[in-house]
C-alpha cells in the first residue's frame, strides 16, 4: 500500500509537450508513460469525475460543464457543489477505509463542500451591486485567510477569461505547497489549467501555446522539488492530461438553427433578447464541441425533428437521441433528449440571436454563469470596444468530442514502473484504478 499519491490533472498535456519539458520528465524518469483516451463528453467536469469515480457519465451523472435543471427551468454552468457526482470519490473511499488517512483537493471543478479532508477551490462572493470579491472556498474555513495574507488573493482573473494566464496555476501550485507542508495528505489531487488557454485562444500548436508548456514545465520544477521537501520523500506521481485541443475552424450555432425552425422561444428585456427555457419547444446547451438539446416534455415528434435539422449540417459529425445516448455512456436523466456531436474542427457557440444589437448584456462579458453555454470568446478582449467580442471565429482550439483519432489523445504519465493495466492506452476511469489500487482502496 502507498503512502502518498499525487495526482496532477492537466488539460491538454501531450506525448508532444512532455517531450520538451525536462523538469517533468526528470520528475517521473524511471517510470513510465501511456496514451490517455478521455471519456466523451472529453471536456473538464465530466473527465475529472471520472478519474476520481472510476465511473462514466451513465453513472456518476456528470453530463457536461453544467446542467439545465428540468424543474427550475435553469442552466448551471460550473457551480454545481461536488454531492452533483453520483457516485463515491477517491476521498470517500479513503476516508472508508481508513480514517487516519487524509486527503486534499485543490482546485478541481466540483470541489466544493467535498469531504475531503483539506480542499480549496474559487468562491467569489457575489456582492449586491453585482461586483464580485475575491474568495475561494477552503476547508478548514480558516485556510483561504491565512493562504492570502502568504500569497495574496487568489487571481481569479489569471483563472479565465482574457488575462488567464500562469498566475492562477502558480498561486494554486503554491498554495497545494503549504497544504502538503501542514498537512502532509495521504492523497492529493490538484488542477493545474494553463494549458488550456493560448491552446484555446490561438491553437494548441501556435507559438503562445508552445509558451505555456515551457512556463509550465518550470512551474511543475519547483512544485516536484517543494512536494519532496514537504513530505521528505517523492510521493508517487501521476500526471494525467486530461483532454487534447484540437485546431478548429468553424462554428456551429445550434440556438440560431433551433430559432430559425420555430423551436427555441425569446423574451425581450431591456438589455436585449434573453433566451425562455420555459416557453421553448427546444434549446441546445452547448459545450465546447457537443451540445444536450433538452426538449420540452421529450415530445418524441420534435426529437425526430431536432435530428433532422442537424444530420448532415457542417460541423455536425453525429445526432445522438433517446436509446442510442448508451453508445456513448450518457443515458443518464439529465442528459438532453439528443446530444449534438461536432466534427474535431468545429465547435458549437451558443448564441441564439441573429443581430449583434439584440445581444444581452452578458455576452459582452466574462460571466460563465448566466451564459446558458460554455463561451471560449471570453478569452478575447475588444481594447476597441472594451468588451468581450461576439465573434466565434476568434477561436482556434477546441474539446470535446468523442476521440476517433491518436492527435485527440492526451497522456498519462507515472513516477513508477509496472502501474498501468494497459502499458500502451489508458482511459481516464482507469487513472482511478490505479490510484485505488496504489491506495489499497480499490472498491470490491
Same mark, same amino acid.
Not at 472508508?96 to 475531503?116: G, I, M, Y
Not at 488575462?163 to 490538484?190: C, E, L
Given at each position: 500500500?502507498?503512502?502518498?499519491?499525487?495526482?496532477?490533472?492537466?488539460?491538454?498535456?501531450?506525448?508532444?509537450?512532455?517531450?520538451?519539458?525536462?523538469?517533468?520528465?526528470?520528475?517521473?524518469?524511471?517510470?513510465?508513460?501511456?496514451?490517455?483516451?478521455?471519456?466523451?463528453?472529453?471536456?473538464?467536469?465530466?473527465?475529472?469525475?471520472?478519474?476520481?469515480?472510476?465511473?462514466?457519465?451513465?453513472?456518476?451523472?456528470? &453530463?457536461?460543464?453544467?446542467?439545465?435543471?428540468?424543474?427550475?427551468?435553469?442552466?448551471?454552468?460550473?457551480?454545481?457543489?461536488?454531492?452533483?457526482?453520483?457516485?463515491?470519490?477517491?476521498?470517500?473511499?479513503?476516508?472508508?477505509?481508513?480514517?487516519?488517512?487524509?486527503?486534499?483537493?485543490?482546485?478541481?471543478?466540483?470541489?466544493?463542500?467535498?469531504?475531503?479532508?483539506?480542499?480549496?477551490?474559487?468562491?467569489? &462572493?457575489?456582492?449586491?451591486?453585482?461586483?464580485?470579491?475575491?474568495?475561494?472556498?477552503?476547508?478548514?474555513?480558516?485556510?483561504?485567510?491565512?493562504?492570502?495574507?502568504?500569497?495574496?488573493?487568489?487571481?481569479?482573473?489569471?483563472?479565465?477569461?482574457?488575462?488567464?494566464? &500562469?498566475?492562477?496555476?502558480?498561486?494554486?501550485?503554491?498554495?497545494?505547497?503549504?497544504?502538503?507542508?501542514?498537512?502532509?495528505?495521504?492523497?492529493?489531487?490538484?488542477?493545474?489549467?494553463?494549458?488550456?488557454?493560448?491552446?484555446?485562444?490561438?491553437?494548441?500548436?501556435?507559438?503562445?501555446?508552445?509558451?505555456?508548456?515551457?512556463?509550465?514545465?518550470?512551474?511543475?520544477?519547483?512544485?516536484?522539488?517543494?512536494?519532496?521537501?514537504?513530505?521528505?520523500?517523492?510521493?508517487?506521481?501521476?500526471?494525467?492530461?486530461?483532454?487534447?485541443?484540437?485546431?478548429?475552424?468553424?462554428?456551429?450555432?445550434?440556438?440560431?438553427?433551433?430559432?430559425?425552425?420555430?423551436?427555441?422561444?425569446?423574451?425581450?428585456?431591456?438589455?436585449?433578447?434573453?433566451?425562455?427555457?420555459?416557453?421553448?419547444?427546444?434549446?441546445?446547451?452547448?459545450?465546447?464541441?457537443?451540445?444536450?438539446?433538452?426538449?420540452?416534455?421529450?415530445?418524441?415528434?420534435?426529437?425526430?425533428?431536432?435530428?433532422?435539422?442537424?444530420?448532415?449540417?457542417?460541423?455536425?459529425?453525429?445526432? %445522438?437521441?433517446?436509446?442510442?445516448?448508451?453508445?456513448?455512456?450518457?443515458?443518464?436523466?439529465?442528459?438532453?433528449?439528443? %446530444?449534438?456531436?461536432?466534427?474535431?474542427?468545429?465547435?458549437?457557440?451558443?448564441?441564439?440571436?441573429?443581430?449583434?444589437?439584440?445581444?444581452?448584456?452578458?455576452?459582452?462579458? %466574462?460571466?460563465?454563469?448566466?451564459?446558458?453555454?460554455?463561451?471560449?470568446?471570453?478569452?478575447?478582449?475588444?481594447?476597441?470596444?472594451?468588451? &468581450?467580442?461576439?465573434?466565434?471565429?476568434?477561436?482556434?482550439?477546441?474539446?470535446?468530442?468523442?476521440?476517433?483519432?491518436?492527435?485527440?489523445?492526451?497522456?498519462?504519465?507515472?513516477?513508477?514502473?509496472?502501474?498501468?493495466?494497459?502499458?500502451?492506452?489508458?482511459?481516464?476511469?482507469?487513472?482511478?484504478?490505479?490510484?485505488?489500487?496504489?491506495?489499497?482502496?480499490?472498491?470490491?
Amino acid at each position: 500500500m502507498r503512502e502518498t499519491v499525487v495526482l496532477l490533472s492537466i488539460p491538454g498535456l501531450r506525448e508532444r509537450d512532455v517531450a520538451v519539458m525536462p523538469k517533468l520528465q526528470s520528475a517521473v524518469a524511471g517510470g513510465e508513460i501511456a496514451d490517455l483516451t478521455p471519456t466523451f463528453p472529453a471536456v473538464t467536469c465530466p473527465v475529472q469525475a471520472a478519474m476520481t469515480t472510476g465511473r462514466a457519465p451513465r453513472e456518476h451523472g456528470v &453530463i457536461a460543464n453544467g446542467f439545465y435543471w428540468r424543474d427550475k427551468h435553469a442552466v448551471e454552468m460550473w457551480t454545481s457543489p461536488s454531492d452533483c457526482i453520483q457516485r463515491p470519490q477517491i476521498w470517500d473511499l479513503l476516508r472508508q477505509r481508513d480514517k487516519d488517512r487524509t486527503s486534499a483537493v485543490w482546485f478541481p471543478l466540483h470541489s466544493k463542500l467535498c469531504p475531503a479532508d483539506y480542499v480549496c477551490t474559487p468562491a467569489p &462572493i457575489h456582492n449586491p451591486d453585482g461586483s464580485e470579491s475575491l474568495w475561494c472556498y477552503t476547508r478548514p474555513e480558516q485556510l483561504y485567510g491565512t493562504l492570502r495574507d502568504e500569497l495574496g488573493h487568489f487571481p481569479l482573473h489569471n483563472f479565465w477569461g482574457p488575462m488567464a494566464g &500562469i498566475g492562477a496555476s502558480q498561486w494554486i501550485a503554491d498554495s497545494a505547497v503549504h497544504a502538503a507542508k501542514t498537512w502532509r495528505p495521504n492523497f492529493f489531487y490538484i488542477y493545474l489549467p494553463h494549458l488550456d488557454y493560448a491552446a484555446q485562444r490561438s491553437g494548441p500548436d501556435s507559438a503562445a501555446a508552445d509558451q505555456a508548456v515551457a512556463d509550465l514545465d518550470e512551474l511543475l520544477g519547483s512544485l516536484f522539488e517543494r512536494f519532496r521537501a514537504a513530505y521528505g520523500d517523492d510521493p508517487l506521481w501521476l500526471v494525467a492530461g486530461e483532454y487534447a485541443i484540437t485546431p478548429v475552424r468553424h462554428a456551429t450555432y445550434p440556438n440560431r438553427v433551433l430559432r430559425e425552425a420555430g423551436l427555441l422561444a425569446v423574451r425581450e428585456a431591456d438589455d436585449g433578447e434573453h433566451l425562455d427555457f420555459e416557453a421553448s419547444a427546444a434549446f441546445a446547451m452547448v459545450d465546447h464541441q457537443f451540445s444536450h438539446v433538452f426538449v420540452k416534455g421529450a415530445d418524441a415528434q420534435i426529437v425526430r425533428r431536432v435530428a433532422d435539422l442537424f444530420t448532415g449540417r457542417p460541423g455536425i459529425h453525429e445526432v %445522438v437521441a433517446g436509446v442510442q445516448l448508451a453508445k456513448y455512456e450518457l443515458d443518464h436523466p439529465r442528459s438532453g433528449e439528443l %446530444v449534438l456531436i461536432s466534427t474535431p474542427d468545429s465547435w458549437q457557440a451558443y448564441p441564439w440571436w441573429f443581430d449583434d444589437a439584440r445581444a444581452p448584456g452578458f455576452a459582452r462579458t %466574462v460571466d460563465i454563469h448566466r451564459k446558458p453555454g460554455y463561451d471560449p470568446v471570453e478569452l478575447h478582449f475588444d481594447p476597441a470596444a472594451k468588451s &468581450i467580442p461576439l465573434d466565434a471565429t476568434l477561436v482556434k482550439g477546441s474539446h470535446g468530442a468523442p476521440v476517433r483519432e491518436d492527435y485527440q489523445r492526451t497522456v498519462v504519465l507515472c513516477s513508477e514502473p509496472g502501474l498501468f493495466p494497459h502499458h500502451t492506452r489508458m482511459r481516464d476511469v482507469d487513472v482511478f484504478g490505479v490510484i485505488a489500487r496504489e491506495l489499497g482502496i480499490a472498491p470490491r
